[in-house]
Antibody, heavy 121, light 108 residues
Framework: EVQLVESGGDLVQPGGSLRLSCAAS????????MSWVRQAPGKGLEWVSS????????YYAASVNGRFTISRDDSKNTLYLQMDFLRAEDTAIYFC??????????????WGQGTLVAVSS | EIVMTQSPATLSMSPGERATLSCRAS??????LAWYQQKPGQAPSLLIH???TRATGVPARFSASGSGTEFSLTISSLQPEDFAVYYC??????????FGQGTKVEIK
């Protein structure tokens, strides 16, 4: 059974940094692409970033490009999102998402339960 | 950049009724469109991929169709557990995971 467990969400001041983790089980991260999707309070879903199955290709939404970095540790089967220069508008629940294919252009076939990031002074 | 437009924003329906949700894309997606259901306080879950293929375990009352720029999701007979928010998502064109703004199906 596929399981995705996010952690690392917290209250942080504007301009600060945070690293989110997503521990995967039931499959290996090398077998598929992965994404982070966020949802601001009371709002819709927003794609944030994707990592290809080979770990060599990354994609970022314009709103986070240059501030966020997606990566993974295959030895820990864990996906990460390093978030720097955080802004109030980054406040959201961040979901870890397993894609149905390897390229980064695919649907999400499994979701984590999410971790809350709040950016406020 | 691609724009995904869902309509209506809210659909007020009674249990047992047939619901039809629409998703329109600003560019040709072929069949690379997915539908998700999200209930309050929960993560989304996959309903449909490849425009019309039901995900594993999704009841047959959910069906979807379309290609190119026009897509639809139909719930043939609304059950109490179907009242939720539904999102479409394209995965053909940059940005690779663009979502629509969602349609809320609420009890009338």
């Amino acid at each position: 059974e596929v399981q995705l467990v996010e952690s690392g969400g917290d209250l942080v001041q504007p301009g600060g940094s945070l690293r989110l983790s997503c521990a995967a089980s039931g499959f290996t991260l090398r077998s598929c692409a992965m994404s982070w999707v966020r949802q601001a309070p009371g709002k819709g879903l927003e794609w944030v970033s994707s990592l290809s199955d080979r770990g060599t290709t990354t994609y970022y939404a314009a709103s986070v490009n240059g501030r966020f970095t997606i990566s993974r540790d295959d030895s820990k089967n864990t996906l990460y999102l390093q978030m720097d220069f955080l802004r109030a508008e980054d406040t959201a629940i961040y979901f870890c998402a397993k894609l149905g294919g390897g390229s980064g252009y695919d649907y999400v076939d499994d979701w984590g339960q999410g971790t809350l990031v709040a950016v406020s002074s | 950049e691609i724009v995904m437009t869902q309509s209506p924003a809210t659909l007020s329906m009674s249990p047992g009724e047939r619901a039809t949700l629409s998703c329109r894309a600003s560019h040709n997606l072929g069949s690379k469109l997915a539908w998700y259901q999200q209930k309050p306080g929960q993560a989304p879950s996959l309903l449909i991929h490849s425009a019309s293929t039901r995900a594993t375990g999704v009841p047959a009352r959910f069906s979807a169709s379309g290609s190119g720029t026009e897509f639809s999701l139909t719930i043939s007979s609304l059950q109490p557990e179907d009242f939720a928010v539904y999102y479409c998502q394209q995965y053909n064109i940059w940005p690779p995971g663009q979502f629509g703004q969602g349609t809320k199906v609420e009890i009338k």
